[in-house]
Every structure is written in structure tokens, then in C-alpha cells.
């Protein structure tokens, strides 16, 4: 069985400001890991993914991602945030059976 | 390259009627997954098609059903529609055996 557990329901951040969305995840095989974004009344957009190799990931739109396998994460960053960066993020994880589990979201809310 | 195409984009139905969603996965991918997203409870899987015969499926009752056609396109059929069951639905597809997902727009399902 696999789970994901996003820390934060939401997450408000200055302009420009650094930002940190956390997920933690469960599984008992080797996992994949994936962060999407939806933006209002649209449909889920790849950020960035984790198949195997380095365990610092670099998405679209100056995101990226650190795996963390003693700690079972996979947090989001991205160093300075734009207004439009304002959306909803899910943290994914899938194992041996293709089909992948989905956290509940983090609204990240960018104030001007 | 065309993306995956959801259709229609809202449908409204009446309590107790069927509705029918429809899938076309990106030229190629032979996987195709459904997913619900109801307000609040982020993405819970449905279904998961891939060389025309269901793989998986979720923790939904029967009344929720698909198929996949020999063009791997997808159908989801929802019988007896009750109140609960408005959300946006989301289709992905991926290569067979392989962990890319990406997702179409979502039909946003209301029963009234």
C-alpha cells in the first residue's frame, strides 16, 4: 500500500519570497514521486518527477524537489514565488503498480 | 502533439439519470485513468484501462463503470447518479509500463 500525507492545506507567501510545500510519503516498494499543479477549473500540470538518480529534481517554472528516502519526503521549493505561481499542488506517489496515490493538495496563496 | 481531450467540459444531470464522460489519451499511450476530484478530498482514483480491458480499479461502488476502445480512448459511465457524485472527473494516460501521467482538463460532473 502506498499513502501521501501534504503537511500543509495552505500554505499564503509573499511576493518574492521563498516557499517550501512538504509531503511525506508511505510505501513498501520503490516509489516515484511527482508534484503537479492545477490551476482554477483546469486539469493537473507535471511539475516535476523522481524516477531514479540524482535526488535533487528541477521542474518547469524554477520548481525543484529533493528526495529524501530516510526521511520518506519529497518537498517542493522554489527560491522567490510569483503571483502567478497562486494555484493548488499535489504531491503523487506510485510504486509497482503504475497507478499513482495523490495527497490532498496545498493551496499556495501569493500575496502582492 | 494534441493532449489528452476531455469531453464535454460541464455536464449537469438530473439525480438518478446516467452521465457519460468521455477520454482521448495522447497519440501513443495505451493507459488511460480515471480519476474523481470532489471538493475537498483531492484526487481519488476510479479506474485504470490500458490495451482495452480494466487493470484496477478503486474503492467505488459498481454504478461506476468505463470501458476502453480499440483506439484506447475511454468512456466512464456513472449510473444513478446521486448528489455526492458532482466533482470533476479527470482523465490521464501513459505509455503502458511507464510512470508518466498526463492529465486532461476534467469534465466537471453537477447533479442536480
Same mark, same amino acid.
Given at each position: 500500500?502506498? *499513502?501521501?500525507?501534504?503537511?500543509?492545506?495552505?500554505?499564503?507567501?509573499?511576493?518574492?519570497?521563498? &516557499?517550501?510545500?512538504?509531503?511525506?510519503?508511505?510505501?513498501? &516498494?520503490? &516509489?516515484?514521486?511527482?508534484?503537479?499543479?492545477?490551476?482554477?477549473?483546469?486539469?493537473?500540470?507535471?511539475?516535476?518527477?523522481?524516477?531514479?538518480?540524482?535526488?535533487?529534481?528541477?521542474?518547469?517554472?524554477?520548481?525543484?524537489?529533493?528526495?529524501?528516502? %530516510?526521511?520518506? %519526503?519529497?518537498?517542493?521549493?522554489?527560491?522567490?514565488?510569483?503571483?502567478?505561481? $497562486?494555484?493548488?499542488?499535489?504531491?503523487?506517489?506510485?510504486?509497482? *503498480?503504475?497507478?499513482? $496515490?495523490?495527497?490532498?493538495? $496545498?493551496?499556495?496563496?501569493?500575496?502582492? | 502533439?494534441?493532449?489528452?481531450?476531455?469531453?464535454?467540459?460541464?455536464?449537469?444531470?438530473?439525480?438518478?439519470?446516467? /452521465?457519460?464522460?468521455?477520454?482521448?489519451?495522447?497519440?501513443?499511450?495505451?493507459?488511460?485513468? +480515471?480519476?474523481?476530484?470532489?471538493?475537498? @478530498?483531492? @484526487?481519488?482514483? @476510479?479506474? +485504470? !484501462?490500458?490495451?482495452?480491458?480494466?487493470?484496477?480499479?478503486?474503492?467505488?461502488?459498481?454504478?461506476?463503470?468505463?470501458?476502453?476502445?480499440?483506439?484506447?480512448?475511454?468512456?466512464?459511465?456513472?449510473?444513478?447518479?446521486?448528489?455526492?457524485?458532482? /466533482?470533476?472527473?479527470?482523465?490521464?494516460?501513459?505509455?503502458?509500463?511507464?510512470?508518466? !501521467?498526463?492529465?486532461?482538463?476534467?469534465?466537471? @460532473?453537477?447533479?442536480?
Amino acid at each position: 500500500a502506498q *499513502s501521501v500525507t501534504q503537511l500543509d492545506s495552505q500554505v499564503p507567501v509573499f511576493e518574492e519570497a521563498p &516557499v517550501e510545500l512538504r509531503c511525506n510519503y508511505s510505501s513498501s &516498494v520503490s &516509489v516515484y514521486l511527482f508534484w503537479y499543479v492545477q490551476y482554477p477549473n483546469q486539469g493537473l500540470q507535471l511539475l516535476l518527477k523522481y524516477l531514479s538518480g540524482s535526488t535533487l529534481v528541477k521542474g518547469i517554472n524554477g520548481f525543484e524537489a529533493e528526495f529524501n528516502k %530516510s526521511q520518506t %519526503s519529497f518537498h517542493l521549493r522554489k527560491p522567490s514565488v510569483h503571483i502567478s505561481d $497562486t494555484a493548488e499542488y499535489f504531491c503523487a506517489v506510485s510504486g509497482g *503498480s503504475y497507478i499513482p $496515490t495523490f495527497g490532498r493538495g $496545498t493551496s499556495l496563496i501569493v500575496h502582492p | 502533439e494534441a493532449g489528452v481531450t476531455q469531453s464535454p467540459t460541464h455536464l449537469i444531470k438530473p439525480r438518478g439519470q446516467q /452521465a457519460t464522460l468521455r477520454c482521448s489519451p495522447i497519440s501513443g499511450h495505451t493507459s488511460v485513468y +480515471w480519476y474523481q476530484q470532489a471538493l475537498g @478530498l483531492g @484526487l481519488q482514483f @476510479l479506474l +485504470w !484501462y490500458d490495451e482495452g480491458e480494466e487493470r484496477n480499479r478503486g474503492n467505488f461502488p459498481p454504478r461506476f463503470s468505463g470501458r476502453q476502445f480499440p483506439n484506447y480512448s475511454s468512456e466512464l459511465n456513472v449510473n444513478a447518479l446521486e448528489l455526492e457524485d458532482s /466533482a470533476l472527473y479527470l482523465c490521464a494516460s501513459s505509455p503502458r509500463g511507464q510512470n508518466g !501521467y498526463t492529465f486532461g482538463s476534467g469534465t466537471r @460532473l453537477t447533479v442536480v
